[in-house]
Nanobody, 118 residues
Framework: QVQLVESGGGLVQPGGSLRLSCAAS????????MGWYRQAPGKQRELVAS???????VYADSVKGRFTISRDNAKNTVYLQMNSLKPEDTAVYYC????????????WGQGTQVTVSS
């Protein structure tokens, strides 16, 4: 029913930038909160940033000042602008969405690889 499709990942040099997009689809669903998680090899999945329909945002301390999350409610799309990328940002980035209509649920995208390397 619900699908989250990510795009924008890739290989970038340290100090570079990438912009991730996640488009959510699902008839009759309301996406109350959307966000980005990441998982690096050998590490647990961690929250990178999240945003509500009211544009309340939460960022991991490691990305504050470098990453910016935003959303277009009309398009059910969430974005993650990543600037000043560091090698430690290398991970698979997963889009996440929480629905409240027609029911409370939690959905994940397939993931997109971000590699920061010189």
């Amino acid at each position: 029913q619900v699908q989250l499709v990510e795009s924008g990942g890739g290989l970038v040099q340290p100090g570079g930038s990438l912009r991730l997009s996640c488009a959510a689809s699902g008839s009759g669903f309301s996406f109350n909160a959307m966000g980005w998680y990441r998982q690096a090899p050998g590490k647990q999945r961690e929250l990178v940033a999240s945003i509500t329909r009211g544009d309340n945002t939460v960022y991991a301390d490691s990305v504050k000042g470098r990453f910016t999350i935003s959303r277009d409610n009309a398009k059910n799309t969430v974005y993650l602008q990543m600037n000043s990328l560091k090698p430690e940002d290398t991970a698979v980035y997963y889009c996440n969405a929480i629905t409240t209509r027609p029911r409370f649920d939690n959905y994940w995208g397939q993931g997109t690889q971000v590699t920061v390397s010189s």
